[in-house]
């Protein structure tokens, strides 16, 4: 198994621009989790999906971000516009079972907006 | 609140000793805890999972429970220079389908 990945490792984007990361879940996994992680809060989850349906988006900090779920193997986080305040270590994690179980994560995306 | 609780560190052992890592939590009714490891510029392993009170042992790591006085425990005997690394706590809290983690404890293993 390929494990969970996630697109762009990297990115880096001037103040104001659309960004999207990607994620592909291990197949067969029905949930699905994006965390951001920084120094200063540490690991906070943004959203989870369960069979494709966004169960809990209280994490999500404001209207700039969004995030899909199409199918059972895709999800993008997009954020428009992008500030300063959104560096940080995006990762995406997908479990099999529903709820809290063991979580397998991506590698994560490093996003730098300046 | 969910709080999930654990000291940064760093903790420095020497290696071949025992590293004990604490995560205390707010909520009395959460039923299963978790241990990440994290590498530096990686992204968290699951290294360990507890249920019940008392401990549980998986090759040098034991995890310990005691839900009376809402803690968690992760020991390392034997602790290699491999071993440095952040380990994060994980506590579903009563309630929610997701995990809380703490800020993590960085441990480092001297030669």
């Known amino acids: 198994d390929a494990g969970v990945i996630q697109s762009p490792r990297h990115e880096v984007t001037e103040m104001g621009q659309e960004v999207t990361l990607r994620c592909k879940p291990i197949?067969?996994?029905?949930?699905l989790f994006w965390y951001r992680q920084t120094m200063m809060r540490g690991l906070e989850l943004l959203i989870y999906f369960n069979n494709n349906v966004p169960i809990d988006d209280s994490g999500m900090p404001e209207d700039r971000f969004s995030a899909k779920m199409p199918n059972a193997s895709f999800s993008t986080l997009k954020i428009q516009p992008s500030e300063p305040r959104d560096s940080a270590v995006y990762f995406c994690?997908?479990?099999?079972?529903?709820?809290?179980?063991?979580?397998?994560f991506g590698s994560g995306t490093r996003l730098t907006v300046v | 609140q969910k709080e999930v609780e654990q000291n940064s560190g760093p903790l420095s052992v020497p290696e071949g000793a025992i590293a004990s890592l604490n995560c205390t939590y707010s909520d009395r009714g959460s039923q299963s805890f978790f241990w990440y490891r994290q590498y530096s510029g990686k992204s968290p392993e699951l290294i360990m999972s507890i249920y019940s009170n008392g401990d549980k042992e998986d090759g040098r790591f034991t995890a310990q429970l005691n839900k009376a006085s809402q803690y968690v425990s992760l020991l390392i005997r034997d602790s290699q220079p491999s071993d440095s690394a952040t380990y994060l706590c994980?506590?579903?809290?009563?309630?929610?389908?997701?995990?809380?983690f703490g800020k993590g404890t960085m441990l480092l293993v001297s030669p």
């Open positions: 994690a997908s479990s099999p079972a529903r709820g809290a179980r063991g979580y397998t």
């Open positions: 994980a506590v579903p809290f009563s309630g929610y389908s997701t995990l809380t």
């Open positions: 197949s067969g996994h029905n949930s």
